[in-house]
């Protein structure tokens, strides 16, 4: 896309004047700030355009904030913990317990990792039935401590492999289900990249859904739909527009409770700035739920879930 790499172009130019400013070089900030003002513009038009299509090239772009970014930039003191106590870990998952604002929490969520090596050691964030098994385990202890949950979503979808399934995937999904429908300890999930399938939903059972601006969330990719309705993956655009996986559709149709706006021209742009914007999220949203006595809390994640799909005939 010509606009995109024309904004990410600019990007880098004002990341280095700012670079050059601060080492003492103050003649530079009125073309600081025509390149913003220019970097606004363009990235309010490319914004205004997007296809559902668009979002789904963005929220798998390489560069943008992984699950173990926004734990770096959101929370303090993170302590992972490894290993379903049946089989092994999985590093698809990262779970562990954390600060947030200064109050113990738990955090999981899906990592793809970075270069080709860290890929393969985490399985493109496919997780196995061991990783789900893993963040019941976590869940669990949240539970049993009284710490409020806070799960990221970013994964394609569960791996779909014989030794997954040998082992259970179905099964472990489920359970994941089950365990977050019961769960006596406030939720908050946040989509913040790809959310597919089961294997996203088996960490989106939760109190109060997040998503940020151009992740998407659908029970098929795009590909995978196109392949089976149109008989073409070529058909994957079209299908993206059908599957209705943005961010305004879902919560149009109820499935989110919130959009969390992404920095101009996407989150892989200016991170820092996206992790500042989830952070107030997550702190407004906790202090939506985070009193609210554990049977409520329950009744009401249940109602809310049991209430989605429903409609009325005229």
Same mark, same amino acid.
Request: glycine share 8%.
């Given at each position: 896309?010509?606009?995109?790499?024309?904004?990410?172009?600019?990007?880098?130019?004002?990341?280095?004047?700012?670079?050059?400013?601060?080492?003492?070089? $103050?003649?530079?900030?009125?073309?600081?700030?025509?390149?913003? @003002?220019?970097?606004?513009?363009?990235?309010?038009?490319? +914004?205004?355009?997007?296809?559902?299509?668009?979002?789904?090239?963005?929220?798998?772009?390489?560069?943008?904030?992984?699950?173990?970014?926004?734990?770096?930039?959101?929370?303090?003191?993170?302590?992972?913990?490894?290993?379903?106590?049946?089989?092994?870990?999985?590093?698809?998952?990262?779970?562990?317990?954390?600060?947030?604002?200064?109050?113990?929490?738990?955090?999981?969520?899906?990592? @793809?990792?970075?270069?080709? @090596?860290?890929?393969?050691?985490?399985?493109?964030?496919?997780? $196995?039935?061991?990783?789900?098994?893993?963040?019941?385990?976590? +869940?669990?202890?949240?539970?049993?401590?009284?710490?409020?949950?806070?799960?990221?979503?970013?994964?394609?979808?569960?791996?779909?492999?014989?030794?997954?399934?040998?082992?259970? *995937?179905?099964?472990?999904?489920?359970?994941?289900?089950?365990? +977050?429908?019961?769960?006596? &300890?406030?939720?908050?999930? &946040?989509?913040?990249?790809?959310?597919?399938?089961?294997?996203?939903?088996?960490?989106?059972?939760?109190?109060?859904?997040?998503?940020?601006?151009?992740?998407?969330?659908?029970?098929?990719?795009?590909?995978?739909?196109?392949?089976?309705?149109?008989?073409?993956?070529?058909?994957?655009?079209?299908?993206?527009?059908?599957?209705?996986? &943005?961010?305004?559709?879902?919560?149009?149709?109820?499935?989110?409770?919130?959009?969390?706006?992404?920095?101009?021209?996407?989150?892989?742009? *200016?991170?820092?700035? +996206?992790?500042?914007?989830?952070?107030?999220?997550?702190?407004?949203?906790?202090? *939506?739920?985070?009193?609210?006595?554990?049977? &409520?809390?329950?009744?009401?994640?249940?109602?809310?879930?049991?209430?989605?799909?429903?409609?009325?005939?005229?």
């Amino acid at each position: 896309m010509d606009l995109e790499k024309e904004i990410a172009n600019l990007s880098d130019q004002i990341e280095l004047l700012r670079e050059r400013i601060k080492r003492g070089e $103050h003649k530079l900030i009125n073309e600081l700030v025509e390149l913003r @003002k220019k970097f606004k513009k363009l990235s309010k038009k490319r +914004m205004e355009t997007l296809s559902a299509w668009d979002r789904v090239q963005i929220a798998r772009h390489s560069k943008r904030p992984h699950t173990i970014d926004y734990i770096k930039n959101i929370f303090t003191d993170f302590i992972e913990l490894h290993g379903d106590r049946r089989f092994g870990d999985d590093k698809a998952i990262i779970a562990g317990f954390a600060n947030f604002e200064g109050k113990p929490v738990c955090v999981i969520g899906h990592e @793809k990792g970075r270069d080709t @090596k860290e890929k393969i050691e985490r399985n493109f964030g496919m997780p $196995h039935p061991e990783g789900y098994r893993k963040a019941i385990r976590v +869940m669990k202890l949240a539970e049993k401590f009284r710490r409020p949950v806070f799960t990221f979503i970013d994964t394609p979808g569960a791996y779909p492999g014989i030794g997954a399934e040998e082992r259970g *995937q179905s099964q472990a999904i489920a359970e994941s289900l089950m365990v +977050m429908g019961s769960l006596r &300890t406030p939720i908050i999930a &946040t989509v913040i990249g790809e959310g597919g399938s089961g294997g996203a939903l088996a960490l989106g059972v939760a109190d109060r859904i997040l998503m940020l601006e151009n992740a998407i969330y659908s029970v098929i990719s795009p590909e995978g739909c196109a392949a089976i309705l149109y008989k073409s993956a070529e058909a994957a655009p079209i299908a993206a527009e059908n599957l209705k996986i &943005t961010a305004k559709d879902l919560l149009e149709l109820g499935v989110i409770d919130c959009i969390v706006r992404e920095p101009l021209g996407g989150a892989h742009l *200016q991170p820092k700035k +996206m992790y500042r914007l989830l952070k107030r999220a997550l702190r407004n949203t906790l202090k *939506q739920i985070e009193n609210i006595d554990p049977d &409520t809390l329950v009744e009401l994640r249940q109602r809310k879930f049991y209430s989605m799909g429903r409609f009325a005939e005229r």
